[in-house]
Nanobody
Framework: QVQLVESGGGSVQAGGSLRLSCAAS????????MGWFRQAPGKEREGVAT????????FYADSVKGRFTISLDNAKNTVYLLMNSLKPGDTGMYYC??????????????????WGQGTQVTVSS
């Protein structure tokens, strides 16, 4: 089992920044990819960014490329999502997720077996 706990959400104005954190515990060695997803009210959960624990370039949704940066601190078992130039369309619940058998790409929700409880991000215009 892998436990994931997100933090860092909040309310900001458009153009502002937030950094989300996700602390992993448990059998973290079994996960080879960590991702951030988000879900706006009435919409499906969508992938935002994915990073691989073994290295390599991360993957981003087109809507956040150039504005969001995902990073991983293996020593702390923590994954971060730095969000700059936030827009109202970025509003939603943000979830951290861990995958055990994802090897390339952003991944879909079904590729991730472990999920955090989510942290709310609200961007006002």
């Amino acid at each position: 089992q892998v436990q994931l706990v997100e933090s860092g959400g909040g309310s900001v104005q458009a153009g502002g920044s937030l950094r989300l954190s996700c602390a992993a515990s448990g059998y973290t060695y079994s996960s080879n990819a960590m991702g951030w997803f988000r879900q706006a009210p009435g919409k499906e959960r969508e992938g935002v960014a994915t990073i691989y624990t073994g290295g390599g370039v991360p993957f981003y949704a087109d809507s956040v490329k150039g504005r969001f940066t995902i990073s991983l601190d293996n020593a702390k078992n923590t994954v971060y999502l730095l969000m700059n130039s936030l827009k109202p369309g970025d509003t939603g619940m943000y979830y951290c997720a861990a995958a055990q058998e994802l090897y390339y790409g952003l991944g879909a929700t079904g590729d991730f077996g472990y999920w955090g409880q989510g942290t709310q991000v609200t961007v006002s215009s």
